[in-house]
């Protein structure tokens, strides 16, 4: 009898122990909070002098790495397209890039974000996304975008803007 007692007493506090790392394992898978970045589609117009008449790169930035947000988030296009190759080789499954060269007054239609497009090779969603257009005149040219369903870049002659659409279906 006194076997099993001992037993009870060991098997309380054991159990407790195990109760309170199995909470604390959980908080870990479920507490990631950390807000994941959706969209749907994405478009691009450009007027027809913009960027003074030249072709402009745009790169919207997909990032699952919070380490890189916080570097890309202060990175003005200039830098990001100066640093690019690197913050890639830093960063190999934390930043996809999707880029284009856009020409005056090309309209670029409506894609569809895939799964493909916007999870990494790990499977992860983005937790954040960047867009960067390297124009010739002076300024940021950068914008970090908003959770929305459908995005168009409109660049301008000196910058860019980024507005809501309808996608087409």
């Known amino acids: 009898m006194a076997g099993r007692r001992l037993g009870a007493r060991t098997a309380r506090p054991l159990a407790a122990a195990l109760s309170g790392l199995l909470l604390l394992a959980g908080c870990g898978l479920v507490g990631d909070s950390a807000p994941v970045f959706s969209m749907q589609w994405v478009s691009l117009a450009s007027e027809p002098a913009s960027n003074r ?5 745009v790169d919207l930035v997909l990032v699952y790495d919070p380490a890189a947000s916080d570097q890309l988030a202060g990175l003005t ?12 080789r830093d960063f190999p499954r934390g930043v996809k890039v999707i880029g284009w060269e856009v020409v005056p007054d090309q309209v670029i239609a409506p894609r569809e974000l895939e ?5 990494n090779a790990d499977g992860d969603a983005p937790r954040a996304a960047f867009v ?4 010739f005149t002076p300024g940021d040219h950068r914008a970090r975008l908003e959770a929305q369903r459908a995005v168009r870049i409109r660049l301008g002659s000196d910058d860019f803007t980024l507005e809501s659409f309808d996608p087409p279906n």
Do not use: G, I, M, S
């Not at 008449?53 to 790169?57: K, L, M, S, V, W």
């Not at 296009?77 to 890639?88: E, G, I, M, S, Y």
């Not at 799964?115 to 999870?119: A, N, Q, R, T, V």
């Not at 960067?132 to 124009?135: E, I, M, S, T």
């Open 115 to 119: 799964d493909e497009d916007l999870e």
């Open 77 to 88: 296009a200039a830098d990001w397209f100066r640093r690019k190759p690197q913050v890639l």
């Open 132 to 135: 960067y257009a390297d124009f």
């Open 53 to 57: 008449n030249n072709p402009t790169p």
